[in-house]
C-alpha cells in the first residue's frame, strides 16, 4: 500500500470516567504499514490539574487499569509529545469523536488536531461514492461486527485499523487502485467545538 493509505492514524482513549471533569489516562494509536496493522498504546500520569477525585470505579471494571498504575506511568508532557511526533503528516479517526476530541484537547491542548468520526470517514472513503475505493463499506462493517470491543485503546485502535483496511482490500483480499485525495472534504474537515458543560 502506497502513500495515499498511510495518512490515516487510528486513535482511541481511555479516561478516568465520562463526566465534564474527565481526563486521559491511556492512548492507542494504530496504523498500516503496508497491510500489516501496527498498534500502540500508552498509560498517561495525570497532570496535576487533573482532579483525581473524578475517578470512576465502575470504568475501571471495564477497562482494568487502577489508579496506582498511573502513578509511575509516563508524564502527560511526554505522551503528548510522543503523540504529536506520531501525528505529523496524518490524519486521527476514531471510534467516538465526541469524547475522543476532549481527552485529546486534555493531552495535548486546545490547538489539538481534529479528530474524524470513523462511521464518516468509512462513508466518505467506501461508500457507494468512496472517494478511495468505491462500494466497500459492506467489508468495513463486517470487519467490526467480527471484533469484540476489549477497552483497551490500543487494541480498540487496532480494530479500526483493521476495518479500514478490510474496506481497502476488499473480500478477495487484494488491494484495488482507487484515487487518493489529499485533502478532505469540508464536512470532515471540522466539528464544532464542545464545551465542557456538553460532555
Given at each position: 500500500?502506497?502513500?495515499?493509505?498511510?495518512?490515516?492514524?487510528?486513535?482511541?482513549f481511555?479516561?478516568?470516567?465520562l463526566?465534564?471533569?474527565?481526563?486521559?489516562?491511556?492512548?492507542?494509536?494504530?496504523?498500516?504499514?503496508?497491510?500489516?496493522v501496527?498498534?500502540?498504546?500508552?498509560?498517561?500520569?495525570p497532570?496535576?490539574?487533573?482532579p483525581?477525585?473524578?475517578?470512576?470505579?465502575?470504568?475501571?471494571?471495564?477497562?482494568g487499569?487502577?489508579?496506582k498504575?498511573?502513578?509511575?506511568?509516563?508524564?502527560?508532557?511526554?505522551?503528548?509529545?510522543?503523540?504529536e511526533?506520531?501525528?505529523?503528516g496524518?490524519k486521527?479517526?476514531?471510534?467516538?469523536?465526541?469524547?475522543?476530541q476532549?481527552?485529546l484537547?486534555?493531552l495535548?491542548g486546545?490547538?489539538?488536531?481534529?479528530?474524524?468520526?470513523?462511521?464518516?470517514a468509512?462513508?466518505?472513503?467506501f461508500?457507494?461514492?468512496?472517494?478511495?475505493?468505491?462500494?466497500?463499506?459492506?467489508?468495513?462493517?463486517?470487519?467490526l461486527?467480527?471484533?469484540?470491543?476489549r477497552?483497551?485503546?490500543?487494541?480498540?485502535?487496532?480494530?479500526?485499523?483493521?476495518a479500514?483496511?478490510?474496506?481497502l482490500?476488499?473480500d478477495?483480499?487484494?488491494?484495488?487502485?482507487?484515487?487518493?485525495?489529499?485533502?478532505?472534504?469540508?464536512?470532515?474537515?471540522?466539528?464544532?467545538?464542545?464545551?465542557?458543560?456538553?460532555?
Open positions: 500500500m502506497n502513500g495515499g493509505w498511510r495518512q490515516f492514524l487510528f486513535v482511541s481511555e479516561a478516568s470516567s463526566s465534564s471533569e474527565s481526563w486521559p489516562i491511556e492512548v492507542g494509536i494504530a496504523r498500516l504499514y503496508g497491510d500489516r501496527m498498534q500502540a498504546s500508552c498509560l498517561i500520569r497532570r496535576k490539574a487533573w483525581w477525585d473524578d475517578w470512576s470505579f465502575e470504568r475501571q471494571r471495564l477497562h487499569i487502577r489508579l498504575a498511573l502513578r509511575s506511568a509516563r508524564p502527560a508532557a511526554e505522551v503528548a509529545d510522543w503523540l511526533r506520531e501525528l505529523v496524518r486521527l479517526v476514531c471510534g467516538n469523536a465526541f469524547f475522543d476532549w481527552w484537547d486534555q495535548v486546545a490547538l489539538s488536531p481534529h479528530i474524524l468520526e470513523f462511521e464518516q468509512a462513508d466518505w472513503a461508500g457507494a461514492k468512496g472517494v478511495l475505493v468505491p462500494n466497500r463499506l459492506s467489508c468495513v462493517q463486517r470487519s461486527s467480527r471484533q469484540a470491543m477497552y483497551r485503546v490500543g487494541e480498540d485502535a487496532a480494530r479500526l485499523c483493521r479500514w483496511r478490510a474496506g482490500l476488499g478477495n483480499g487484494v488491494l484495488r487502485s482507487g484515487n487518493q485525495p489529499t485533502e478532505l472534504p469540508p464536512s470532515l474537515k471540522a466539528a464544532p467545538q464542545k464545551t465542557r458543560a456538553e460532555i
